[in-house]
């Protein structure tokens, strides 16, 4: 039989790479979340943020939203979920028309043949997976930043957009594995527009931001200016590489590094008082060493200004650096690790600030970390472009797995 779920509930599912995470809200009538469901699993199925074992990853779908829906009390049918991986890629498009109207005013039938422009443009990447097109701005003759262009006066009328599309069989392994487990999908959303969407505030995307989400297999950034995603990437590494550097330059079991990064590791050395100590074993031997702190964040520290290096590369190359006057925002587990802000200061000289999930209420002692921003962000995204339980199920039904790609591709560019 079908679940049934109420028109008020709302649904994020992050397959991180290391936890699966299921977040229910609860829309109230003035369109503010509560949050009344959290379940997570430890993700084994996954790697650099790709699905390598679907049966593996099921079984965690299950788990997580299983354990959410007991503590919220609802029944859960469909969810927005997340897509990430180095297989995901952003570009900017433009478009260009002449103005066609009497007076060299835009009217909405412009308006109509540049988006149009821009699906043309768009469509020659069918090998593609289309996730996301984001308008940026349009452009009368030189006039650029105007988000509404008509009744402007003009020759001509030009479209921007940031495109975003992944690889057809990597999209199809999430979309299989959610049905798999017995619920509907309603949208899939590049995970870190979901986290910026939990993270930044308004003012930020308009004066311009960079996001970094640094989780446990990949560090994804998202770059916002004037209220517009411009920049996105995916770089393949993250928290576990810290742990790894710590296993191999301590000769220490996974386990207890893990441990001793998040109770004691620093990613800015300097910061680190020199007499401290911490216990530490040989990798297969009983008898523990002692080890300064300051050594254990001289490990830490150039693998995370590693990371920040591949953002500024990516800021640099993009065009984006000295015009995010907001700085950086830090996210996600590796966000959580002290001296975090002082390393991404030292590599970009932005300021930087460590983003936790906002915008919401009800179980805020328990989702407030920076842990959950992709799966909170999921399921703010998924209430405001909500897109109903019933129409997601009619679509999909029936169909197969070609059939919830065509409906995944109607609802994508909402908005555009
Ligand atoms: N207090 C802490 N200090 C340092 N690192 C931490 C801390 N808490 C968690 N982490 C690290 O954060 C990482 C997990 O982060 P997160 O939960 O955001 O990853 P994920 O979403 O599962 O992975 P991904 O986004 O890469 O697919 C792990 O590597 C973990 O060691
Ligand atoms: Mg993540």
Known sequence: MAKEEKDNIVVGL??????????????????????????????KGVRKGII?????????????????SRMAGVEVAAVYAGITGEHVKGINLESMVAIAGKNKQVEQSDIDRVREAIRLNAATHNDREVLHIIP??????????????????GSRLRSRVHFITASVPRVQDIV????????????????????????????????????VDIGGGTTDMIVYIDGGVRHTAIFPLGGIQVTNDLAIGLRAPIE?????????????????????????????????????????????????????????????????????????????????????????????????????????????????????????????????????????????????LEGIIKKFKGWMDIGF
């Not at 977040?23 to 993700?43: A, F, H, K, L």
């Not at 940026?136 to 988000?147: A, L």
């Not at 899939?188 to 308009?206: G, I, W």
């Open 256 to 400: 207890q590094v893990e441990e001793i990064k998040k109770n004691d590791g620093c990613a800015f050395a300097p910061m680190v008082n020199e007499l401290e100590e911490v216990k530490v074993n040989l990798i297969g031997k009983k008898t523990e060493r002692v080890v300064p702190k300051r050594v254990v964040a001289e490990i830490i520290q150039p693998r995370m200004e590693e990371i920040f290096g591949f953002v500024q590369k990516e800021l640099k190359a993009s065009g984006m650096e000295g015009r995010v006057a907001a700085g950086c925002v830090v996210t996600g587990g590796g966000a959580l690790i002290s001296g975090i802000e002082e390393v991404a200061d030292k590599v970009l000289r932005l300021h930087a600030r460590v983003g936790y999930p906002s915008g919401i209420s009800g179980l805020l002692e328990v989702v407030n970390s920076p842990v959950y921003s992709t799966a909170i962000g999921l399921m703010v995204y998924g209430a405001r472009n909500r897109v109903s339980v019933k129409s997601s199920r009619q679509s999909s039904g029936g169909n197969g």
């Open 14 to 43: 992050d397959i991180g790479t290391t936890k699966t995470c299921c977040i229910i809200g609860e829309m109230n009538s003035d369109n503010t979340i509560n949050v009344i469901g959290i379940g997570q699993t430890p993700s």
């Open 52 to 68: 390598s074992d679907i049966e593996v990853t099921i079984e965690g779908i299950k788990k997580a939203v299983y354990d959410a």
């Open 136 to 153: 940026q701005e349009y452009i009368v003759d030189d006039q650029n930043e105007i988000k509404n262009p008509l009744g402007m006066y």
């Open 176 to 211: 299989r594995s959610i049905e798999k487990a017995g619920f509907f999908f309603q949208g899939l959303v590049l995970q870190p527009l979901a986290s910026a969407e939990a993270c930044l505030t308004y003012d930020e995307k308009e004066l311009g931001v960079v996001l």
